[in-house]
């Protein structure tokens, strides 16, 4: 069974560009969910998508966007980048929304705004 | 109150030595409490978890021991191995009955080196 897969693995922007991020989940998983890894901040809640809506929304600008589409896959947007947006970007999946069955981290996107 | 406390953020022990986490919460609906491992290059993967009806939970050389009263759970590693050598993190969320706020609240991490 594959894992969350995410693309691309590395992403270097420049300051006030756009960077777009994607997720797949793992198949038959409903819930996508985006989180920043900033160095020593450890992981910071993003977003939360299930059946194709936004569920729940961290404490971001509303620069920090996305949207799942019909497959369940997800994809990050982040409009206007500021240097301290250069952070690892996780996401997850999960069977449902409730979160019982746990959640499953890809690799992460490595963004570097310069 | 959605916050969860971790320390400490770096940890040293010697192969075979035990290794102690210790997170703390303060928003008492909270009902899931997971570890998650990440080793560098990787995604965090899940490590043990527990609910709040069982105050330890053993799988292995990992236990989690959970303290509902003072709010606080800690990892612990028994028998450490260098290859144990790895950043955790602990996190609750809200599982609720059927619904969820559908996110995991992460503690920012522990960075454990076990040396041989």
């Known amino acids: 069974e594959a894992g969350v897969t995410q693309s691309p693995t590395h992403l270097i922007k420049t300051r006030g560009q756009q960077a777009t991020l994607r997720c797949s989940p793992i198949?038959?998983?409903?819930?996508v969910y985006w989180y920043q890894q900033a160095l020593g901040l450890g992981l910071q809640f993003l977003l939360w998508?299930?059946?194709?809506?936004?569920?729940n929304r961290g404490n971001f600008p509303p620069r920090f966007s996305g949207r799942q589409f019909p497959n369940y896959s997800s994809e990050l947007n982040v409009n206007a980048l500021e240097l301290e947006d250069s952070a690892l970007y996780l996401c997850a999946s999960s069977l449902d929304g409730t979160g019982r069955n746990g959640y499953t981290f890809g690799s992460g996107t490595r963004l570097t705004v310069v | 109150q959605q916050q969860v406390k971790q320390s400490p953020q770096s940890l040293i022990v010697q192969k075979g030595g035990i290794s102690i986490i210790n997170c703390a919460y303060e928003n008492t609906a909270f009902d899931y409490f997971p570890w998650y491992q990440q080793f560098p290059g990787k995604g965090p993967a899940l490590l043990i978890a527990?609910?709040?009806?069982?105050s330890e939970k053993k799988e292995g050389r990992f236990t989690i021991s959970f303290n509902k009263s003072a709010k606080q759970f800690s990892l612990h590693i028994m028998d450490s191995q260098p290859g144990d050598s790895a950043t955790y993190f602990c996190?609750?969320?809200?599982?609720?009955?059927?619904?969820?706020?559908?996110?995991?609240?992460f503690g920012k991490g522990t960075k454990l080196s076990v040396k041989p």
């Open positions: 527990i609910r709040p009806d069982v």
């Open positions: 996190a609750a969320s809200i599982l609720g009955n059927g619904g969820s706020q559908g996110n995991l609240i």
């Open positions: 198949s038959g998983h409903t819930s």
């Open positions: 998508y299930d059946e194709g809506e936004e569920r």
